[in-house]
């Protein structure tokens, strides 16, 4: 049960230093794709630029894998 929250936590971390360097960079998060959509509705697909869409249908799901890995790791540090 450790070792999930240990990962759990990993990816978290991982995923809130990561929208912060997108909005940063000003490349959609899941949360400004979310408002897209209930505003403009099946129209904000057309709206969001190509970088938008591999951020969030490549990158982000990349680097939450990451996070998880980087977690599991740790875990393994500290427990053996």
């Known amino acids: ?3 999930i929250y240990i990962i759990g936590l990993t990816i978290l971390i991982i995923a809130i230093v990561a929208n912060a360097i997108i ?3 000003g490349v ?3 949360y400004d794709f979310i408002n897209l959509l209930t505003n403009e509705g099946a129209d904000a697909f057309k709206l969001i630029s ?3 869409y591999l951020w969030l249908f490549i990158g982000y799901p990349l680097v939450l894998g990451c996070g998880y890995l ?3 790791k ?3 540090a500290i427990f053996g």
Do not use: Q
């Open 74 to 76: 740790l875990h393994y």
């Open 23 to 25: 909005v940063k960079l």
């Open 70 to 72: 980087i977690g599991d």
């Open 1 to 3: 049960m450790l070792r």
């Open 50 to 52: 190509l970088v938008n």
């Open 28 to 30: 959609n998060s899941w």
